[in-house]
């Protein structure tokens, strides 16, 4: 791969392009348009749509933009993304969303929809000091989100070269947690290219959050090259690979172009199996589900 075709599809959104190789892409085939056909993640059993609602923007200390902006607001913009067609919601201890997804979808159907959280592990993120074992956080979940069982849980923010070995104990409960049918899959969500590759090396990993845009805002390295090159081998190694971070953690937010290359760049790799978007606004939702129809439609085109 020569690096100025590499910055020719940064700018143009055209990643599929150049990363069509059949040891990375199942190339040859159409893009289906429709921006909220349900995607299989990897083989963890999961299918679920292809745009998912991430709940934390701007999070912490389980605190967001959904739980500041005011209550009612928060449960109707989980409605309308329920409502668009969205199934999949991303959450995490970290964020305090929890009860608002439980409020705002307690008359939806729990088959229909998945949910999605993360225990935190590491100091700080959350108000307590002790970090209890993973069954006694995903209990807590669970009561929180008033659900028999979650869908997904991984082990957030890490940054570590050596996590699968500093984590071995969660990892081991969160397994025996999936053998019991209290969770459908566990994984991780990466925050260095350090870490994702650790999760690539890992048969423990089901699915795997990543950051990833073309312009290297808000990712695990500045240069996307090399971490698409291991997007590509987490997804041909099964793992289901779930991509955040597409708007540069919202520098993009006002930048219409960016936006769609990003979009084009992400869907064309073909080895990120879904998109989590961190929505604030109806308007948000509307505009991201043409926008990703669109540029379905481009890469079809080119």
């Known amino acids: 791969m020569h690096r100025r075709n590499f910055v020719k ?8 392009v150049l990363f069509s190789n059949p040891l990375y892409a199942s190339s040859g085939s159409s893009f289906a348009t429709d921006p909220l056909q349900k995607v299989k993640l990897g083989k963890s059993g999961i299918e679920t749509t292809m745009l998912g609602f991430g709940t934390g923007v701007h999070a912490g200390n389980r605190t967001s933009f959904l739980t500041r902006q005011g209550k009612e607001k928060s449960l109707a913009l989980l409605r309308h993304a329920w409502d668009k067609g969205i199934r999949f919601f991303d959450c995490a201890d970290t964020y305090g969303t929890h009860g608002f997804v439980n409020e705002a979808l307690a008359d939806m159907n729990r088959d229909e929809m998945t949910l999605s959280s993360k225990i935190w592990v590491r100091g700080g993120g959350i108000p307590e000091p002790e970090r209890p074992d993973a069954d006694i956080v995903v209990d807590r979940f669970r009561k ?10 991984q082990i957030h923010c890490m940054v570590e070269e050596n996590w699968t070995e500093t984590q071995k104990r969660q990892m081991d409960i969160l397994e025996n947690l999936k053998a019991k049918g209290i969770i459908r899959a566990h994984g991780v969500s990466v925050h260095s290219l350090e870490a994702m590759k650790d999760a ?26 090399e971490v698409v090159e291991v997007i590509h081998q987490l997804h041909q190694s099964g793992k289901g690979v779930i991509g955040m971070k597409l708007i540069g953690n919202g520098e993009l937010r006002d930048q ?6 990003a979009l084009r760049f992400v869907l064309g790799l073909r080895s990120v199996d879904m998109m989590i978007i961190g929505f604030e606004e109806n308007e948000q939702i509307d505009n991201y589900l043409s926008r990703t129809e669109t540029a379905l439609n481009d890469l079809n085109k080119t």
């Not at 599809?9 to 599929?16: E, I, N, Q, R, Y």
């Not at 929180?144 to 849980?153: F, P, R, S």
């Not at 990543?210 to 390295?221: C, F, L, Q, S, T």
């Not at 219409?256 to 290359?261: G, M, T, V």
Request: avoid cysteine; charged fraction near 30%.
């Open 9 to 16: 599809a940064l700018s143009l959104g055209t990643a599929h």
């Open 144 to 153: 929180e989100l008033d659900t028999d069982y979650l869908d997904l849980v």
């Open 256 to 261: 219409s172009e960016k936006i769609d290359n």
């Open 200 to 225: 690539l090396a890992s048969d423990w990993v089901d699915v795997i959050h990543v950051r990833i845009n073309p312009y290297g805002i808000a990712m695990d390295k500045p240069d996307p090259e």
